[in-house]
Every structure is written in C-alpha cells, then in structure tokens.
T-cell receptor
Framework: SAVISQKPSRDICQRGTSLTIQCQVD?????MFWYRQQPGQSLTLIAT?????????ESGFVIDKFPISRPNLTFSTLTVSNMSPEDSSIYLC????????FGSGTRLTVV | GIQVEQSPPDLILQEGANSTLRCNFS?????LQWFHQNPWGQLINLFY???GTKQNGRLSATTVATERYSLLYISSSQTTDSGVYFC??????????????FGQGTILTVHP
C-alpha cells in the first residue's frame, strides 16, 4: 500500500489567517482525497483532488474556503482559508490504492 | 447517500475480554475498511474487507455484503486496543470511486 507524508502534524493559528497542509505520496496516484474530522466526530470527505483538473467538492464545502492544489501525481495541498474557531479539526489526506491509506493528520487549533 | 451505522457507540472492557463491533450499511458497496484511530489521531488500517473473512492476530473481520453488514472481532483485548474503531465504505453507485463514508465509530476503552 502507499505511504503518505503529511505536514504539518499540528498547528495553532490566529483567526482570519490561512494554513496550507501538504501531502506527499510515495507513488503516483490518480486521485487524492481530503477529509475533516471535527472534535469528537467522524470523518467527512471535503473534496477529491485530481491531477490536471479542478478539485471536486462535497456538499457543504466550497473552493473559496478550502482551495486545493494538485500539481502532480504524488503531491497535493489543502488550504484552510480565513479561519475561525469552528475550523479547529483534524485534516487528513487519503489515497485509494490496494485499500485506503491515510496521512497522519494535521491537528489544527484556531484561536 | 449511503448510511453507515456502527454499534455499540461505546464499549468498556477488562483486559483479556473479547468483543464484537458491528457495522451496518444501507446500500451496495464496492469496498469496506476497518480503522483504529489511536489517541494521537492517527488512522491505522485494520482490514480491507469488501467481503469474506480475514484474520490478523487477535483481530478478525467478516463482511456479508449481501446482508449489508460487517463485524470486527477483538479477542483477548489489551489496553493498547483502546481508541476509536471506524468502519468506512465506498458506495457502489454514482461517482464514488475512492470516496469513503465513515460510520460514527465505536469508542473502546480497555481497563487493566
């Protein structure tokens, strides 16, 4: 299965600022997925990142708030923009290859 | 969309006890996976099991896709088994390739 390196592992940010999360995969994959886990909750899919095309967002998530880049087949970034305390969550990237593999997550706290 | 329900929501065990966690899903799925989330938030793959039975040490899992459920068995539980167990499915319909829908999880606490 794939190996994913995700960073940062955690951050504390001021409201109104933005944070960019990076995921690097050790092999080429067509699609990468971004999830959010709010405190005490399950994981919810934010968007699918495709190389060479715009990301596809799930209901309730918009590009202005969560812009995604996918410059090549091994790398993707998710930006959490204009943050508020409600954005405090764990953000995880994932790939589907011989099962599903997740990055180690980014624990974001907005103060 | 597809619904995924896990039971029980919480489970408290003494070390050495056995347990069964259940995952019901409302529609046909291409894939199903069980995860363990440790206290640091990391998701650990347990089983990729769209159908059939698999075993890995003290853990085993069975998925009966035609009846839309999966079971995770933990035998001789240890304190390190504590954490949240998630079941996640990939819906078989529409454009769902690679997209997982998660259940709400089972919080397992194992006491020494």
């Amino acid at each position: 299965s794939a190996v994913i390196s995700q960073k940062p592992s955690r951050d504390i940010c001021q409201r109104g600022t933005s944070l960019t999360i990076q995921c690097q995969v050790d092999s080429q994959v067509t699609m990468m997925f971004w999830y959010r886990q709010q405190p005490g909750q399950s994981l919810t899919l934010i968007a699918t990142a495709n190389q060479g095309s715009e990301a596809t967002y799930e209901s309730g998530f918009v590009i202005d708030k969560f812009p995604i880049s996918r410059p090549n087949l091994t790398f993707s970034t998710l930006t959490v923009s204009n943050m508020s305390p409600e954005d405090s969550s764990i953000y995880l990237c994932s790939v589907a290859r011989d099962g599903y593999t997740f990055g180690s997550g980014t624990r974001l706290t907005v103060v | 969309g597809i619904q995924v329900e896990q039971s029980p929501p919480d489970l408290i065990l003494q070390e050495g006890a056995n347990s069964t966690l259940r995952c019901n899903f409302s529609d046909s799925v291409n894939n199903l996976q069980w995860f363990h989330q440790n206290p640091w938030g990391q998701l650990i793959n347990l089983f990729y099991i769209p159908s059939g039975t698999k075993q890995n040490g003290r853990l085993s899992a069975t998925t009966v896709a035609t009846e839309r459920y999966s079971l995770l068995y933990i035998s001789s539980s240890q304190t390190t088994d504590s954490g949240v167990y998630f079941c996640a499915v990939e819906y078989a319909g529409g454009t769902s390739y690679g997209k997982l829908t998660f259940g709400q999880g089972t919080i397992l606490t194992v006491h020494p």
